[in-house]
């Protein structure tokens, strides 16, 4: 009887739990059902912005595809791509560099939008890549520009052949003690230059100067955009060069000016400005004087360079002039035709320096990046590339022995280069300030003079390149200095509108 009951009781309790368990499964089912929209939001926004990352990725692949575009360059191509594209070839005022780069802009947006560049810009770009393995790339040049170049191959070789035999004979008569004692000689003469007079040449700072071939005038190029003539022996105004708009960085004489060359004639003196020109002057002193102005001077104007023009030089054969500017170009021209013989490009900053080798074979360049290049000019291309400057090269000049060539910059360094070596071999803390310019002694070069903005003028021995005298105006910026041949008379300009006349 009382396993009956157990049994009974038994089966009772398992049919309780049983029916417990049936109550509660609803509701652990309604608890998996709500949970499951948490699930699936979870899930899509996963999925959203894996697709977003995914879109951000092939983004920034299209964006670096398109920095990388290999847009053309000439006139026809672009042009040629814009009507295909659909759009106009020009629009009104647009130059050559807006139109290139409203077709890169073009075809980024193409390339984003579509995920793939024209099917026409793909052709042309296999083609000119095809042709990019077997071609050069050269610019195309006139017939003036090649003429020119076996001119100056010919002058030059006939200078290079002069030097090296001079310099032959004179290792043959002048030993090494000699030619120190020759070096010191000369440089006793610079002993003792005393300040003799000042004038004021502008009413705004004076940039450049330089000395006349005939070694009577100083001709001054000034803040004002005015340069002017002066008679060395007096200081007095002797005439004015009036055309150029604003400020004038750089003023050259023909080498035959007030020697051979006809007074009337443009090339007597060039000037550069700020103004984006070059101006050709005549140099006739016999006409009448015009009160404060001196003898007024006729100009033509040569137009090409895109920024300030920084610096102009004659070259020896008096019928070529080249000029360098901020559009980091420097260029040839003929003077009688008045003619842009070439346009060179290779610097990444303006062009502040340059100078011309003594044999008229090589052209130095240095930027404010402080960069430098020799050009030879025979063939165009740039052949030794000089790295040192820290900052901006501001002056540069060839020795006369044609091996040497001076640099001074903004990091207040003097270089001295051996051409022949092809590496600099003297490196001088020279100013504490920046070297404004550089002049080697004329004719001989035996000793080095620079300027700078400390207001110093410091002479160098050429031999070991140590410091010989130091003549302080420490309330000057010197801008330029310039010495006659027979070491008599120095000259000074500076940003305190003066130059200085020592003797």
């Known amino acids: 009887m009382n396993l009956q009951q157990q049994e009974r009781q038994r089966v009772t309790d398992n049919l309780s739990q049983i029916s417990q368990l049936s109550t509660r499964a609803p509701t652990v089912i309604n608890q998996q059902q709500e949970s499951l929209p948490f699930i699936s939001y979870t899930t899509e926004n996963v999925d959203r912005q894996q697709k977003q990352q995914e879109e951000n990725e092939r983004k920034q692949k299209l964006m670096a595809e398109a920095r990388k575009l290999m847009v053309p360059t000439q006139e026809s191509q672009i042009k040629s791509q814009l009507r295909q594209l659909g759009q106009p070839v020009t629009y009104f005022g647009e130059s050559a560099a807006d139109r290139r780069q409203r077709l890169r802009t073009l075809l980024t947006e193409h390339l984003m939008q579509y995920g793939r560049l024209p099917q026409f810009f793909k052709q042309q770009n296999n083609h000119n890549m095809g042709n990019l393995e077997n071609e050069y790339f050269l610019y195309e040049g006139l017939e003036q520009l090649r003429a020119a170049r ?28 000699q030619e120190d004692q020759e070096v010191l000689e000369e440089l006793q003469k610079v002993n003792h230059f005393a300040i003799q007079m000042s004038q004021f040449g502008d009413s705004s700072g004076i940039s450049r100067s330089t000395i006349s071939p005939n070694q009577k005038y100083l001709a001054t190029a000034g803040g004002s955009g005015e340069c002017k003539l002066w008679d060395i022996e007096t200081a007095s105004l002797k005439s004015s060069l009036l055309g150029h708009l604003t400020k004038c960085h ?26 984006l020109s070059i101006r050709l002057w005549t140099l006739d002193l016999d006409q009448p004087e015009v009160e404060n ?43 009688e035709t008045q003619t842009e013989l070439m346009v060179q490009t290779g610097h990444s900053r303006g062009i502040y320096s340059g100078a011309l080798h003594p044999d008229g074979s090589l052209l130095f360049t240095g930027d404010l990046g402080g960069f430098g290049m020799a050009w030879d000019l ?19 000049d060839f020795s006369m022995n044609g091996s040497h060539l001076a640099t001074g910059g903004d990091d207040n360094f003097i270089r001295v280069w051996d051409i022949r070596r092809r590496n600099v071999i003297e490196k001088i803390p020279a100013h504490i300030k920046l070297v404004s310019d550089l002049k080697f002694q004329p004719i001989y070069s035996k000793f080095l003079i620079s300027a700078s903005y400390d207001g110093n003028i410091k002479f160098w021995n050429s031999r070991d390149w140590s410091l010989h005298s130091v003549y302080e105006t420490s309330d000057t910026k010197h801008t330029s200095v310039c010495i006659t041949n027979d070491i008599k008379t120095m000259i000074s300009t500076g940003l305190d509108r003066k130059f200085v006349i020592w003797q």
């Open 378 to 396: 025979r063939i165009g291309k740039g052949i030794l590339p000089f790295v040192g400057h820290v900052k901006g090269i501001l002056a540069s």
């Open 250 to 275: 750089s003023i050259a004489f023909h080498p035959q000016s007030l020697l051979t060359l006809s007074p009337q004639s443009f090339a007597n003196v060039a000037t550069a400005s700020a103004d």
């Open 293 to 335: 102005l001196g003898i007024l001077q006729k100009s033509i104007v040569l137009k090409g360079h895109e920024d300030r023009i920084n610096k102009v030089i004659f070259h020896q054969d008096g019928k070529r002039l080249i000029s360098m500017g901020f559009d980091k170009t420097w260029r040839l021209w003929d003077i």
């Open 150 to 177: 076996i001119e100056i191959a010919k002058l030059s070789l006939h200078n290079a052949a002069l030097r090296v035999e001079k310099l032959r004979l004179r290792r043959l008569t002048v030993d090494a003690l």
